[in-house]
């Protein structure tokens, strides 16, 4: 392929990866109006390690719960304050509410930790063994 032609086909796959972004996070059905962070899943012995990434993110701005088999994380992402009035040029970060459901293994979990760290929202949870309803 020629330069031309390679660049045209590197901005057409950008496009599709940012469609299909987009639509991860703002079409998910079943939602209402949200938008879903990703995130990150580690697994070390009984402790279950979740990164989302929610970045401009504060605590009070965040719920999060063990519902039956999922943790549930709900939040806000607010304009920042200067993005008041202003006109925007590109948006490419999600803004306002947004849900993330994360099935857990059978068993029972306890969250162990609710931090926020450079841009993630870290939550750790333990599995507990043994333990009922």
Known sequence: ??????WMWSEALDL???AERLQRQFFRPGTRNCWEPPVDIYQSGGDVWIFLAVPGVTADHVQVAILDAELVVRGDRPLPQV???????????????????????????????????NGCLV??????EGKLG
């Open 123 to 128: 939550i750790g949870l333990r599995r507990l």
């Open 83 to 117: 993005a008041q009035g202003a006109a925007i040029h590109r948006l490419e970060i999600p803004y306002g509410p947004f849900e993330r459901r994360i099935a857990l293994s059978d068993g029972h979990y306890q969250i162990l930790q609710k931090v926020f760290d």
């Open 1 to 6: 392929m020629t330069r031309g032609k390679t």
């Open 16 to 18: 599709l990866q940012s």
